[in-house]
């Protein structure tokens, strides 16, 4: 009997631990598109403060 309760108990060990794995790696997944995201708007927003800058010069020139 008392073999049974350790397979069972590593049983559950390794689904723990294997939805531990599928965790970070979701995890690490999620943060690699959090960084692609923020570059993006990062590089969003210097091309609208860019064309902001324009356009106050041409309306200067006006």
Do not use: G, H, T
Request: glycine share 0%.
């Amino acid at each position: 009997m008392p073999s049974k309760k350790k397979a069972k108990c590593k049983d559950k060990a390794k689904k723990k631990a294997a939805a531990a794995a599928a965790a970070a790696e979701k995890a690490e997944k999620q943060e690699e598109l959090l960084d692609s995201l923020q570059s993006r708007c990062a590089k969003q927003e210097d091309a609208l403060l860019e064309e902001a800058i324009k356009l106050a010069a041409a309306e200067k020139e006006n």
